[in-house]
C-alpha cells in the first residue's frame, strides 16, 4: 500500500513540477511550437501630381529569392533558369549581385506565375535556400517621369541601416533609396502588418491567430504637373538632340519649372533620365552599371539640384542689382562697349562675346544684349571698391548656400572668395591661391569659379518676379492619411530676402523683358504670344563645349512661373536653351510648344 | 422476497463494487481521452469503433473470468505454459504472424492484423508463474527452490528478447515475476540480489549495445537502433532531437503547457497539432496532461491509485495463495506499466513501448487489462463462499466448490499483507 502511494506520489510530484511550477515555461515552449509570426510589408504610400495623378503606385506581385551562396550550386542556377525562364547568365548575375549585402536574400526572379511559384515551394529539395515571397513592388502608372526627382525605392541594404532614418526597420523592407522616395520616406512608409499564424508538427498553417493588418503608408501629394513635367522631359530630349545636331557635344539637360508666389516646383527635369522600372525588384548588375558608365553621362543624377555650372550671363541681373544697392552703378549709368576692355592693363584684356563692341551702353542696353564689357566695368569696381561685397550681394539671394528643397543631393554650387580660393588651391598645387581683380571680374559675368544650380538660378529670378522674396522651393504639396484628408502641408516659406529696392527690381523687370522682346532672347521667342521676361547665358567650362542657359518668367506682366533651362555642351544659350523655354512656356499655357533651335549665337 | 433478498445478498456479496467503480471510471476517462486525441486523425470513427468493440469484448470476457474459478488454472499449468509460449513467439510464426514497423508484433489472419499476442500473454504469464510459485505454499527459502522459479518465471521474458525483442514488454514480465516471487515467499535476499543483478545487466546490456550499435550503423546485436536512442535519449535528451528526443520534449511541452487546468478536450495544441507523436497509444497521459491539466491528470494518478488499493484489499482477501499472488501479479503488471508510462512521458522513465493501463488505445491490451479484474472480481467472488452470513448458501449455483477453511483464509490474507514482516521471523504459520 505503501509502496503504491510511494510511486503515485512520485508521478504527481513530477506532475505538479511540470504542470504547477514550470507551467508557465512549457505554456511558452507550446506557443512557440505552434505559433509563427510572419510580417507583412505594408504598401508604401503612393506619390501623386499635384492634380492627383499617381505617378508611383504599389502592385503585389510574387519573387523568388536566393541567398548569395546559391551561385555556387550550377545545378539549382540551372533549374532556376529553366522554370523562371530566366537566362542562366541573368540568374547568376542577380544572385551574385554585388549591390546587395552578402546576406540579404536577392531577387532571382519577379511577377513569377503562381505555377511556377506552386512548384518551387513544393519541391524544396530541388530548391534548397530558395524562397518565394509576395512582395508589393513599385509601379509607375505614368512611365519614367521625373525619374531622378521621385527616385526610387528597394530593399532596404546594410548600408541603409547606418542612416538614422532606417534604425527601426527590419531587413527585407522596401526602402525609399533616392529622390521623393527617400525625403518622404517616414510618411510614405507604413507599418508591417503582423500575423500569427498556428502551424502543425509539419509546419503547415493551421488557422491564423491574429492578424493585424498592415497600415499602408501614406499618400505623398506633390507640388508636380504630370503634364508640364512631361512636356518638360520631352522638350529637353529635344534640346539635346537638337544641340549634337547643330554640331555640340551636348549631352545633357536640366530644367526647373517654378511657380514664382509659393516656390512650388512645377517641373523638374534631368536628361539623360532613366527607368525606375529597371529598379523594380533589385536592379541587375548590368543595368546598374550602365546607369554609372561614363558613356551613359550619369542618368542617376539630378543635374537641376545635384550638378552646378557656372550661372554666366543669367548672373549680370543680380551683379547689376547688386552695383545699384553698393552705389557701384546706377540704372543710367553708361560704359563704352569696345568689344574688349583693358581697365586691367595692356596684358590682361578681357573681351566682350561681341567682339564688334555694344557701343554706348546703359544698363538695359547691358542687360537686354548682355554686354560683358559692362559688367566687368562693375566687377572693376566691385573688387575695388568694396571687400568681397559682390560675393556677399549673390550670398543674399541664395548662391553658394543650399535652397533647402525638399528632396536630397542637392548642392550649394559655390561662389568664389579669396578664402575659398587660397583654400582651394592647397588642394590643387601648381594654381595660385591669391584672389586677383580677374577673379571679381569674371564673377561679375558668372564665369570662372562660380557654380549654380539650376533650382538656384529659377529660384533666384523668380525673387525676382517676386518683389525680391526668394521663395524656399520645394515639391512635396501635402500628405494624405488612408481617407484621403490632408494631414500635412507644406508652408510657403521665404528662403531668402536680399537686399533689394522696389524701384531698382521694377527696373530689372523692365530689362528682363528686353532681353525677350529686343535682346539675346529676341530671335527664340519671336511670335511667341506668351509675355516673358528672362535672361540667356552661355557657360564657359573649357576644354568642353559651352553650356546653355536661359531662365525666364511669364507672363512678363503678372509672372506665375519662372522656368529655367540649362543645356550642358549645348551652345550659346539663345541656340540650345531659349528654345527648350519658350517650348516649356508654351507647355505651361497651352501655347506653341513647338522647339526650334535657335540661330542666335549671342550670349 | 426472500429470494430477492437472497440475490441482492449474494450480488453485494460476490461483485467487487469498488473495482467496478473504479475501472469504470477509467474507462470513462480513457474513452474520453481517446476520443479527444484521434478525433483530428484521419479515420477517427475507426478508431472509436475499435475501441468501443474492444471494450464490449472486454467486458464479456472479464464477467466470463469472474464467473469461471480461477483455481481450475492450476490445473492446467501445462497448457497455460503452450499457450504462454505460442502467445509469445506466435507473431514469428510464417502464416499467422505480422511484424509491423516498430515493436508492433500482430497475430494476424491474411493481412488483417487480429490482435497483440504479447498482451494477453501477460496475463496467461500471471496465471502460470502464480501457479507455479502457489506450489511451494509460500516458503521459497531453499536457493534451489528459488532458483528453480527463477528460471522458469525468466522463460516469457527471454523467448520475448529473443524472438520479438520487444524491450518493454519483457520488462512487463520481469516485473510480474518480481511481484509474485515477492509475495510467493521468496526470500527478501534473493529478490533484492536478483533485482541488483537484473538492473546491472540491463546497464551493461544497454551499454554494449550502444557500443557495438556505434560501430554497426546504429542498430544493436538484438535492440535496433531506435530501441537504443530511447533509452539513450533518457540519459541525454539531446541525443536524438528528430526521433525520441523530439517525442519526449513534446510530450513534456504538451503535459507541462497544460497547467493547471489544462487547454479543454480536443484544445490541445500539441496533440491535435501533430507535435505529439503516438498521442493516443504511448503518449495518451501527455493529451490528458494538456488537455485537462493538473486536476485531470492527478484525477487520474488518483484512480490508479484507488485501482490498486482496490487490487491490494483483493489479493489480501484471497481465499488462497494462489488468488493472492494472481493479484499480486495483476497489481506488479499495472504499477509497472503505470509508473513507466507515466514516468516516460513526464522524462522520468526512458521511453519504452509500454501503454497505460485503461488509457492508451489499443483493443489486446484494452481486453487484457479487463479480463485481469475479471480474474481479479472471481478472486474476491470465491473468497466468500464458504461464509455465507445467517447460513444461507447459494443454491444451484455451478461456482459452488468446496469451502476453503476460515484459517487458511486468514493464513493467506497474512502472507499477502504482511509477507515481509512474516518472512522475516520465519514463523509463519502452514496450512
Redesign the interface.
Known amino acids: 500500500m505503501a509502496f503504491f502511494v510511494v510511486v503515485i506520489g512520485i508521478l504527481a510530484a513530477q506532475l505538479w513540477s511540470m504542470q504547477i511550477i514550470q507551467g508557465a515555461e512549457f505554456s511558452e515552449r507550446a506557443a512557440a511550437n505552434r505559433l509563427r509570426e510572419a510580417t507583412t510589408i505594408a504598401p508604401r504610400g503612393r506619390i501623386l501630381d499635384r492634380h492627383g495623378a499617381e505617378l508611383i503606385g504599389n502592385r503585389t506581385t510574387m519573387v523568388v529569392l536566393a541567398p548569395a551562396q546559391a551561385i555556387e550550386d550550377d545545378e539549382l542556377v540551372e533549374r532556376l533558369s529553366t522554370h523562371l525562364m530566366v537566362a542562366e547568365t541573368d540568374v547568376r548575375e542577380r544572385i551574385g549581385s554585388v549591390k546587395d549585402a552578402p546576406l540579404d536574400m536577392r531577387v532571382v526572379a519577379i511577377d513569377v506565375p503562381m505555377d511556377t511559384i506552386s512548384y518551387i515551394a513544393e519541391n524544396q529539395a530541388l530548391f534548397p535556400d530558395i524562397e518565394v515571397a509576395a512582395r508589393a513592388v513599385r509601379t509607375y502608372p505614368q512611365g519614367a517621369i521625373a525619374a531622378q526627382l521621385l527616385g526610387y525605392a528597394g530593399i532596404i541594404s546594410e548600408t541603409d541601416f547606418e542612416d538614422e532614418i532606417f534604425t527601426d526597420y527590419h531587413s527585407g523592407d522596401i526602402v525609399g533609396k533616392s529622390g521623393v522616395e527617400y525625403s518622404f520616406e517616414t510618411v510614405l512608409q507604413g507599418v508591417r502588418g503582423r500575423q500569427l499564424i498556428e502551424v502543425d508538427a509539419h509546419g503547415r498553417p493551421q488557422r491564423v491567430v491574429e492578424d493585424i493588418p498592415p497600415q499602408a503608408g501614406q499618400d505623398v501629394v506633390l507640388t508636380l504637373d504630370t503634364g508640364i513635367q512631361r512636356a518638360t522631359e520631352d522638350i529637353l530630349q529635344r534640346s539635346v538632340e537638337a544641340g549634337r545636331d547643330s554640331g555640340e557635344n551636348t549631352i545633357a539637360a536640366a530644367a526647373v519649372v517654378i511657380e514664382i508666389q509659393t516656390g512650388e516646383i512645377i517641373a523638374l527635369a534631368s536628361n539623360p533620365t532613366f527607368d525606375p522600372e529597371q529598379f523594380v525588384g533589385g536592379i541587375s548588375s548590368t543595368d546598374w552599371e550602365a546607369l554609372n558608365d561614363e558613356e551613359s553621362h550619369f542618368p542617376l543624377i539630378n543635374r537641376a539640384i545635384s550638378a552646378a555650372y557656372p550661372p554666366a550671363s543669367t548672373f549680370k541681373a543680380f551683379v547689376g542689382l547688386g552695383g545699384i544697392e553698393y552705389s557701384i552703378a546706377e540704372t543710367s549709368t553708361v560704359h563704352h562697349c569696345a568689344g574688349a576692355w583693358n581697365r586691367m592693363g595692356q596684358w590682361d584684356v578681357k573681351n566682350c562675346w561681341n567682339r564688334l563692341g555694344h557701343g554706348m551702353m546703359d544698363m538695359r542696353d547691358a542687360v537686354a544684349h548682355s554686354c560683358n564689357v559692362y559688367f566687368y566695368n562693375i566687377g572693376y569696381d566691385f573688387d575695388v571698391m568694396t571687400d568681397e561685397a559682390l560675393q556677399a550681394y549673390l550670398r543674399e539671394w541664395g548662391y553658394g548656400q543650399l535652397t533647402g528643397i525638399d528632396v536630397p543631393g542637392e548642392v550649394a554650387g559655390r561662389i568664389p572668395t579669396a578664402d575659398w580660393k587660397a583654400a582651394w588651391s592647397l588642394h590643387n598645387p601648381g594654381f595660385s591661391g591669391t584672389w586677383v581683380l580677374g577673379d571679381t571680374v569674371n564673377l561679375s559675368i558668372g564665369q570662372g569659379d562660380v557654380l549654380t544650380t539650376p533650382l538656384q538660378v529659377a529660384t533666384t529670378y523668380a525673387g525676382i518676379a517676386n518683389h525680391g522674396h526668394v521663395m524656399r522651393p520645394h515639391v512635396l504639396r501635402s500628405v494624405l492619411d488612408a481617407r484621403g484628408v490632408e494631414v500635412l502641408t507644406t508652408p510657403t516659406e521665404v528662403a531668402f530676402e536680399p537686399s533689394v529696392s522696389p524701384e531698382s527690381l521694377a527696373w530689372m523687370n523692365e530689362y528682363l523683358r528686353d532681353v525677350v522682346t529686343d535682346g539675346t532672347a529676341r530671335p527664340a521667342f519671336r511670335g511667341f504670344p506668351i509675355p516673358v521676361s528672362g535672361k540667356t547665358g552661355t557657360a564657359e567650362m573649357p576644354p568642353k563645349d559651352d553650356s546653355a542657359w536661359f531662365v525666364g518668367y511669364a507672363p512678363a506682366e503678372d509672372p506665375i512661373y519662372c522656368v529655367a533651362v540649362f543645356v550642358e555642351q549645348g551652345g550659346a544659350g539663345g541656340v540650345t536653351a531659349s528654345p527648350a523655354a519658350r517650348a516649356i512656356i508654351g507647355a505651361i499655357f497651352g501655347a506653341d510648344t513647338s522647339y526650334r533651335l535657335g540661330t542666335d549665337r549671342s550670349r | 422476497m426472500t429470494s430477492m433478498k437472497i440475490i441482492n445478498y449474494d450480488i453485494r456479496r460476490n461483485v467487487n463494487f469498488p473495482l467496478l467503480a473504479v475501472v469504470a471510471l477509467l474507462l470513462a476517462l480513457g474513452t474520453t481521452v481517446i476520443f479527444s486525441a484521434t478525433s483530428a486523425m484521419p479515420g477517427a470513427s475507426g478508431f472509436m469503433l475499435r475501441h468501443v468493440v474492444g471494450i464490449v469484448l472486454g467486458l464479456v470476457l472479464m464477467v466470463g473470468f469472474w464467473i469461471f474459478d480461477y483455481r481450475h488454472f492450476t490445473d492446467a499449468i501445462i497448457p497455460l505454459w503452450i499457450l504462454n509460449v505460442f502467445l509469445i513467439i506466435s507473431p514469428r510464426i510464417p502464416g499467422i504472424g505480422s511484424t509491423g514497423g516498430g515493436s508492433e508484433r500482430w497475430l494476424a489472419i491474411g493481412t488483417t492484423n487480429i490482435m497483440q499476442p504479447s498482451e494477453p500473454a501477460k496475463l496467461v504469464t500471471i496465471l502460470l508463474l502464480a501457479a507455479i510459485v502457489a506450489r511451494y505454499e509460500g516458503e521459497i527459502y531453499e536457493l534451489r527452490d528459488f532458483l528453480k522459479v527463477l528460471v522458469l518465471s525468466l522463460i516469457p521474458p527471454a523467448l520475448m528478447m529473443i524472438f520479438i525483442s520487444d524491450l518493454g514488454t519483457a520488462l512487463v514480465f520481469v516485473a510480474i515475476s518480481l511481484g509474485i516471487l515477492w509475495v510467493g515467499g521468496a526470500r527478501l535476499r534473493y529478490v533484492a540480489v536478483l533485482l541488483a543483478i537484473g538492473i546491472t545487466f540491463a546497464f551493461g546490456f544497454v551499454y554494449i549495445e550502444s557500443q557495438y550499435a556505434k560501430e554497426n550503423d546504429g542498430d544493436g546485436h538484438i535492440l535496433k537502433e531506435y530501441q537504443l536512442n530511447r533509452l539513450m535519449v533518457f540519459v541525454d535528451p539531446t541525443v536524438d532531437p528528430r526521433g525520441a528526443g523530439y517525442n519526449l520534449s513534446?510530450a513534456?511541452?504538451?503535459?507541462?503547457?497544460?497547467?493547471?487546468s489544462g487547454k479543454g478536450l480536443g484544445s490541445g495544441?500539441?496533440s491535435n497539432?501533430?507535435?505529439l507523436p503516438e498521442r493516443h497509444t504511448d503518449f495518451i497521459f501527455a493529451v490528458l496532461?494538456?488537455e485537462a491539466?493538473?486536476l485531470g491528470?492527478?484525477t487520474l494518478?488518483?484512480l490508479?491509485?484507488a485501482l490498486?488499493?482496490v487490487a491490494?484489499s483483493i489479493c489480501a482477501s484471497s481465499v488462497d495463495l494462489y488468488g493472492s499472488l494472481i493479484a499480486a501479479g495483476i497489481?506488479s503488471m499495472w504499477?509497472f506499466q503505470?509508473?513507466e508510462n507515466?514516468?516516460m512521458n513526464?522524462g522520468?522513465m526512458p521511453i519504452t513501448g509500454i501503454p497505460l493501463p485503461f488509457m492508451s488505445y489499443g483493443s489486446s491490451f484494452l481486453v487484457t487489462n479487463l479480463a485481469a479484474v475479471g480474474v481479479l472480481l472471481s478472486i474476491w467472488r470465491q473468497r466468500t463462499y464458504q461464509s455465507p452470513i445467517k447460513g444461507v448458501d447459494d443454491d444451484g449455483s455451478q461456482l459452488a466448490e468446496p469451502s476453503t477453511p476460515a484459517l487458511q483464509r486468514t493464513q493467506s490474507t497474512r502472507t499477502a499483507e504482511k509477507g515481509r514482516h512474516s518472512r522475516r521471523s520465519s514463523s509463519r504459520p502452514r496450512t
Open positions: 513534446q513534456k511541452i504538451s503535459i507541462g503547457s497544460g497547467e493547471f495544441t500539441q497539432l501533430n507535435f496532461g494538456e491539466g493538473f491528470a492527478v494518478l488518483g490508479y491509485l490498486l488499493v491490494l497489481m504499477v503505470i509508473f507515466v514516468g513526464m522520468l
